[in-house]
């Protein structure tokens, strides 16, 4: 069977606790579509309660349950519904893949006092003051939740780094503490150390902290008995703490816990290769280059089609490669922007739907269409409307019916890409054509097998019908700047 996910959330989802509900109201849906594996958002507290996205993480263990941060529900909605919206998908036999973030945490509860050094924000290794003290927002006591589920309370020796100094203006401010000395190991030299991104920078060295994470992550597979993690920024985390996170969730669940990790890099497929060296393929990563190739194919004229898959994870590591074609952090308006154009978003999806290599992930917006309002780089406010991306059903059923089976591809036009899947003992196969120029149609061989069939255009772009000759040969057309997916009758 072929897998395929959907990330069923973006950074503009609704602060009005729909999506839990929404979640479940929709899985029989997604399940009938094709849809294999649901990627939510992070489902705990965040620092602004029920207007957070997740990826500010207050309280790990209170996942819209208490009273904190000004809600009991999270922006998705409450403890009791995002269960009840897990419980419905995997009834549908979907898996569930959860977010988790632990490179950071905010808005702690109170202020302490302790010895920091400021660095560089451009070169982090550059210390540009003496030592000195600063009161920040670093005591995590959990008024609202007290003790239940756990009774560590996080302090300045759980926190590399933070950004927020009491009445300085902000910076990055080094902690001395007793658990480390200097910034935890990564595998890029981007920054000096991009060892802290955000907020309070939790400090994985601190065994303390390690035991509370791994013991986190038991409980939560406990409330929810998911399949999978989505792992935020792990280019700011060293590969040795995930290594070892993995190996005891996987260990004291007895499961085989999915991972894919997010290490954003477009257009620098080394650092991708070589965080799945360091962390000796324990985890799959997002195919950020290719993401990038698509971006970039989008939006320029005359683009070689033949180069697409230069330079990604999918050609370099097919097995570790999630493929997507856009996420929360590359739509419009958001920090990372690099969206794939709509007109290119019917091609960019049957290159990772269609295809023998990669996972593919679907981008909500993708599949539903939504629209939102934000402020652009230029301070402006923009109303952005995302339409649901032509043939995406089609094309997510014919990943599961048709994409079976040995692959050949015909690739030897620059502005018109060609494969055929000759599918296996419980599928039947199907020839993909795809132009990002003019209308185009490409000869290509089925196989005998298919002698004498009927193929009708499965996306519906094209009506009329072609037969597979006596050598399984046949020229499959497409349109102008589209796809079709040929496949028997």
């Known amino acids: 069977m072929n897998g395929t996910m959907i990330q069923f959330f973006h950074w503009y989802t ?37 207007y957070s ?16 941060k000004g809600n009991v529900r999270t922006k998705y909605g409450s403890k009791d519904e995002y269960l009840a919206a ?7 036999n979907i898996q ?39 009161q920040s927002y670093t005591k995590f006591t959990f008024p609202g939740r007290g003790d239940t589920y756990s009774n560590f309370k996080w302090d300045f020796t759980c926190f590399t780094a933070v950004d927020y100094a009491e009445g300085m203006e902000p910076g990055i401010y080094r ?34 902290v390690r035991k509370e994470l791994n013991y986190w992550a038991e409980w939560y597979h406990k409330q929810t008995d998911f399949d999978g993690v989505r792992l935020d920024a792990v280019k700011h985390i060293s590969p040795d703490f995930y290594k070892e996170w993995l190996n005891n969730l996987r260990s004291n669940t007895g499961k085989n816990i999915f991972a894919v990790g997010e290490y ?10 070589a965080y799945i060296d360091s962390t000796e393929g324990c985890m799959s990563l997002f195919d950020s280059s290719l993401q990038d190739n698509l971006h970039v194919a989008s939006t320029t004229p005359d683009y070689d089609l033949r180069q697409i898959f230069n330079d990604t994870l999918v050609a370099s590591h097919p097995d570790k490669s999630v493929t997507v074609v856009d996420n929360h952090d590359t739509q419009p308006l958001q920090a990372l922007e690099a969206p794939v154009e709509t007109w290119f978003k019917p091609l960019a999806y049957a290159l990772i739907l269609l295809r023998k290599d990669g996972y593919p992930c679907v981008f909500y917006p993708d599949l539903y269409g939504v629209s939102y309002k934000d402020t652009g780089k230029d301070g402006n406010e923009y109303e952005i409307f995302l339409d649901k991306v032509d043939a995406i059903e089609e094309l997510i059923k014919a990943r599961r019916d048709f994409a079976h089976g040995n692959q050949k591809d015909y690739f030897e036009d620059a502005h ?4 055929v899947r000759e599918g296996d003992d419980h599928h039947s196969g199907c020839a993909v054509v795809l132009s990002n120029k003019d209308a185009y149609h490409k000869p290509m061989e089925m196989g005998k097998q298919y002698a004498g069939q009927t193929f009708y255009d499965f996306t519906g772009h094209l009506q009329d019908k072609i037969t597979i000759d006596e050598n399984g040969w046949a020229d499959f ?11 028997a009758e």
């Not at 480390?180 to 994985?204: C, R, S, V």
């Open 175 to 208: 902690i001395f503490n007793d658990f480390a000395d200097g910034w935890d190991t990564i595998i890029d030299n981007e920054k000096g150390n991009y060892d802290y991104l955000m907020y309070n920078d939790i400090e994985h060295r601190n065994p303390f």
């Open 264 to 273: 954003w890099a477009p257009g620098f497929l080394p650092l991708l290769e």
């Open 96 to 134: 569930v893949i959860v977010d988790v973030v632990l490179n950071h945490k905010a808005g702690g509860d109170e202020l302490e006092t302790f010895k920091v050094i400021k660095v560089d924000e451009n070169n982090r290794e550059k210390v540009i003051s003496e030592p000195f003290d600063i």
């Open 86 to 92: 897990v419980k419905a998908l995997k009834e549908k």
């Open 477 to 487: 057309p497409c349109p102008a700047g589209n796809v079709s997916v040929w496949v």
């Open 416 to 419: 018109c890409l060609g494969w």
């Open 53 to 68: 996205v997740g990826y500010d993480p207050y309280d790990l263990f209170d996942l819209g349950e208490f009273d904190q």
């Open 14 to 50: 609704g602060d009005d606790s729909f999506l839990w509900n929404h979640t479940k109201d929709q899985s029989q849906y997604l399940a009938d579509l094709g849809i294999t594996a649901v990627w939510l958002p992070p489902a705990y507290k965040g620092s602004s309660g029920g």
